[in-house]
């Protein structure tokens, strides 16, 4: 249950209506928002009568949330969240592009990866260094060391940064070191990783599992605010369905889904989706015209010799190609938003 307060509530106000809540040990949370104070509470709402609360002065409505999920719950906060990171804006008007290798290969191949993507307009550089892989056998990354170039990266191209983090342990050090914590696929249950990137300072990068349904999903969001983390961006990498001809099915669906349900910011990575690098730019472009406030592509300077997911990563020429049609498609967007229909 909510209470939100009006806007014109003072400190005073807001204080009375927590003191109700702590002499009867209800533990509550406030939801940041841009005009007004919300409270949240659960725990036993039938201990609660709606019309107690709202007698409490500068009490404006009490909103009963029949969704599991509260914190990202767009009844609770109707403003669109904006990630500010470095003048990036993640959720603003314009789609950010996050791109780079699949794996962190080595120092000079993810700093030249680096200038390529940062060349060609992308805003943010991803590089995995820890990589949980089906078989114990392939590519588990490099690691400390990868990350240490990485952060080379950074201080080479002046680009933010972005890897995954795959276990509690490791959150402390990761942090100091990159700008967005990402969750992969395979953790998006892993419940007590959720829980220690939510008591992070960075903002993580949530993607979806391959079998979850949008409120599962939307859970494993609220494991990570629920801890005080509120800076959490979605992003949809492909299910897994019956479907032979790409790696995964990419669910655009979801786009507009989450869009209407939560205000977090939702990118899609159609490089994990596909599978395949004739497909990317496609549906890319279809990713944008769904809504999706960004991208996460794959770049190799060589596919051919890179390590794990050749077959998904873009060489600079077709990065380029990219770029060159997201560019048209901001314009057109912009152009179009001017535009007085005539009827």
Known sequence: MLIVMKEAANSEQVD???????KREIETRLIHSDDRVIIEFGNDESKIDRKQLLVFPGVDQV???KEPYKLVNKKAVEDDSVIEIDNIRIGGEEPVIIAGPCSVESERQIIETARIVREQGA?????GVFKPRTSPYSFQGLREKGLQFLYKAKQETGLPIVTEVVDTEDVPYIEEHVDIL?????NMQNYELLKAVGLANKPVLLKRSMSA???EFLLSAEYIMSKG??????CE???????DHSRNTLDLSIVPAIKETTNLPIIVDPSHATGRSDMIEPMSMAAL?????GLMIEVHPNPQKSVSDANQALNPQQFSSLMHKVQHYIEWQKAYANTTPAY
């Open 16 to 22: 009375n209506v927590l003191s109700f809540f702590r």
């Open 237 to 243: 990498r492909g299910i897994r369905t019956f479907a």
């Open 123 to 127: 805003h943010i550089l991803r590089g």
């Open 289 to 293: 015209a769904a809504g999706a406030h």
């Open 229 to 234: 983390n509120e800076e959490v961006i979605l």
């Open 213 to 215: 349904r949008l409120s």
């Open 182 to 186: 990402q969750i992969g696929s395979r």
């Open 63 to 65: 909103i009963h949330l």
